[in-house]
């Protein structure tokens, strides 16, 4: 029998755990860095950048009370939004943390130093060694001692913020804006790491009681209770001490403390910054070293990362992984520059975060939340929007760092784990049922757009019977509307050849086309108007008549492509491309009053056009409409979306409609009358490459429809409907 963690963490555990992970180099280090960028301002960015915590504070909490067994940022992102993304946030993550650990060590050492005189970075150095060990051999802080902790953090910083303010001079707050709405928002986003850690109750979120109340309070009170102090801190700071003397310090709080509190305010300023930046790092190594483990038992990482030592019950392989990476930032990276690639990689994964959220309200996976976040969506658009503001504000070092992680993040993907997942996000599935949406919404406008004249090119070549398939094909068309059919007899002559000696009498053979046209005409009972054009450029000829007449589609033979014609286009795929209107290519086998018409598909959308021209002949013929697809569709939520996509479009359409899986090697229940099918948006690569519907040689005639670029899906559209079907 499976064991069950007891939910015994109430509203005032999740306060500390919440308040302990962010308290630390946000305040110690940060504010310093800051008020080189913004000055006094500097206040207000701690408010801001809390703020704007708030919409990804918010959706992991939702997310938390969902999937409080999975914990970590990385698994919301992945389940989410797919193995792509869920690369790069546990990448993105893993390096923010990286970093955070980094910027503690880098940054809390120069505390330690104004007790003894020693080297910054070796000692720096040694104790991210120290910690490394640590934890490859297995130690873990207590609950306890995490109190402490706080417990000591809190005091000091209550007694440096209380005992201070008295101290407090208006002057040093002129020009409190000097630095622009610019400096205010890179320094936002430069502090914007000092809260990374108030979603990391989410880790825990299976031991918390009453999650749906507790989580989302526990988050967002430790989240407003740390904005007003690091805002009350950082006001005090900037008021005590004289304009730009703390700037550019390594120890800006024990700096302020001097001046107003004298050597016992520091002493116990620089305990409290020691204990808080040596906690900060052992959990940002342990917290980081157990991204490459996760990313390893999802496949997206070498299994080496996920082994576990026997001996140690430990990581080692991820542990000195993440190590490793910490010391060259340690002894490379400058503060600052540690400083803007932490925040950078936190303010992309947030962004993820509200992504994700998304993904799971959209999509249709199993999501059943406790707790709802407020104002969705516009609270996670906000979040995700404000992220990017503050990215483009944070200067070429973050950007840079994000592009990098980003881009090698994705080449790794393509390069390891899509070969070795085949697993998709929530959110592939909810842009897919969005695409769908789109379509069938196409769907309705295009049967309420009715087609009230087609024209019937008929060039060299075309024999009686396939002039009458064509002809009856087209009535069968406007039949519904009382539309009329003109049919034309384009003939081409030699450039050298005056026009006006060849259009001057009628030819037998055209009056004997426009006899048969008038007798199909009583007999289909539509209106059928025969006419006959002379031409130096048949192509040139069709698209000017079809654009004179204002015609809705132009229905033409689509003889079997030879190699030329597939390297360099034959004169009807010129026609296809500069149409000003619809034109449906038909590969002529005979036509007799379909009754099974097939609606061929490629387990994506039907086109519009395609299944408006497949209602309309089946309907004046008193039909059935069976739609292919093939038989392996990929996922189950594809699977079942596409169901529920055909169950709507069924619901739609004014025939009887029934759903077929075609297998690979062209089995099939039945034999079809006539076969619909859309033709590539891509013209080109339907011409090279002769995109044929679903079963290869269906033995009827076969109608490929190609909607004019004004009815034509949108680039993001097609790439969408691409990636997701």
Request: aromatic fraction near 6%; include cysteine; hydrophobic fraction near 50%.
């Amino acid at each position: 029998m499976t064991k069950e963690l007891e939910r015994d963490l109430g509203l005032p555990s999740v306060l500390a755990i919440s308040i302990g992970a962010m308290i630390g180099s946000g305040i110690f280090i940060l504010p310093a860095l800051a008020l080189e960028i913004a000055g006094p301002a500097v206040i207000v960015a701690y408010g801001l950048a809390g703020l704007l915590v708030v919409p990804a504070a918010l959706s992991k909490s939702e997310m938390a009370t969902a999937m409080p067994e999975a914990g970590g940022t990385y698994i919301y992102i992945e389940r989410g939004m797919g193995p792509l993304l869920g690369t790069v946030a546990g990448v993105g993550t893993w390096f923010s943390l990286s970093f955070k650990g980094a910027l503690a060590l880098v940054g809390g050492v120069p505390y330690l130093l104004l007790l003894f005189d020693l080297p910054l970075r070796p000692v720096a150095l040694g104790l991210a060694a120290f910690l490394i060990l640590v934890n490859v051999a297995g130690a873990k802080q207590t609950g306890r001692l995490q109190v402490a902790i706080v417990v000591v953090m809190l005091a000091a910083l209550g007694w440096f913020a209380a005992g201070s303010a008295p101290s407090v001079e208006s002057t040093n707050y002129a020009a409190f804006f000097a630095d622009g709405i610019g400096g205010l928002l890179a320094a936002t986003g430069l502090v914007f790491v000092s809260y990374a850690g108030v979603t990391k109750v989410a880790s825990v979120a299976e031991e918390v009681e009453d999650p749906g109340r507790n989580i989302p309070l526990g988050i967002l009170g430790s989240l407003a209770f740390t904005t007003l102090l690091y805002v009350a801190i950082v006001a005090v700071l900037v008021g005590v001490t004289d304009p730009g003397s703390v700037a550019g310090s390594l120890t800006p709080v024990a700096v302020a403390a001097e001046a107003t509190l004298g050597r016992t305010g520091v002493v116990a300023v620089i305990l409290a910054a020691i204990l808080a930046l040596v906690s900060t790092a052992n959990a940002g190594i342990l917290s980081s070293s157990r991204y490459p483990l996760a990313m390893s038992r999802d496949s997206l990482a070498p299994p080496s990362l996920s082994a576990v030592s026997d001996r140690l019950g430990t990581p080692v392989a991820s542990i000195t992984l993440t190590g490793a990476v910490l010391l060259v930032l340690i002894a490379f990276v400058p503060i600052l520059d540690i400083a803007k690639l932490a925040s950078a990689f936190q303010i992309m994964v947030f962004g993820l975060i509200n992504v994700a959220l998304l993904s799971f309200r959209e999509g249709s996976v199993e999501y059943d939340p406790e707790f709802a976040s407020p104002l969705y969506p516009w609270m996670q658009v906000f979040g995700v929007v404000t992220g990017a503001l503050l990215l483009t504000q944070m200067g070429t070092t973050a950007l840079l760092g994000a592009v990098v992680i980003t881009v090698g993040s994705v080449a790794w993907y393509f390069a390891y784990v899509r070969p070795r997942v085949s697993r998709e996000g929530a959110a592939t599935d909810a842009i897919r049922r969005q695409v769908g949406r789109e379509t069938l919404t196409e769907v309705a406008s295009a049967r309420d757009d009715s087609t009230h004249e087609v024209l019937v090119a008929l060039t060299k070549g075309t024999d009686e019977d396939r002039e009458r398939s064509l002809l009856a094909l087209a009535a069968d068309l406007v039949r519904g509307d009382d539309g009329r059919v003109v049919a034309v007899q384009f003939q081409e002559i030699p450039d050298q050849a005056p026009l006006v000696e060849n259009v001057t009498d009628q030819s037998a053979s055209d009056l004997s086309f426009e006899t048969r046209t008038a007798a199909l005409a009583d007999e289909l009972d539509v209106d059928i108007e025969a006419d006959e054009v002379v031409s130096h450029d048949t192509k040139h000829a069709i698209t000017n008549f079809a654009d004179r007449r204002g015609v809705k589609t132009i229905v033409a033979e689509h003889e079997p492509l030879r190699l030329r014609s597939r390297v360099v286009g034959d004169p009807i795929d010129w026609v296809v491309r500069h149409a000003p209107c619809d034109v449906l290519l038909v590969d002529n086998l005979g036509y007799d009053s379909p009754q099974q018409v097939v609606l061929s598909g490629h387990g994506s959308p039907y086109s519009p056009v395609a299944v408006d021209i497949a209602g309309a002949i089946a309907a004046a013929n008193g039909g059935h409409l069976s739609l292919w697809y093939p038989a392996d569709v990929g996922s189950d939520p594809r699977a079942a979306t596409m169901d529920e996509y055909r169950s709507e479009l069924a619901s739609i359409l004014s025939v009887p409609v029934s759903t077929e899986s075609i297998r690979t090697d062209g089995g099939r229940l039945s034999p079809p009358d006539l076969v619909v099918r859309r033709g590539s948006d891509d013209r080109l690569r339907d011409v090279v490459f002769d995109d044929r519907p679903v079963v290869p040689s269906p033995g009827c005639t076969v109608v490929t429809t190609y909607p004019h670029e004004s009815r034509q899906r949108g680039l993001l559209h097609r790439l969408l409907e691409r990636l997701t079907f």
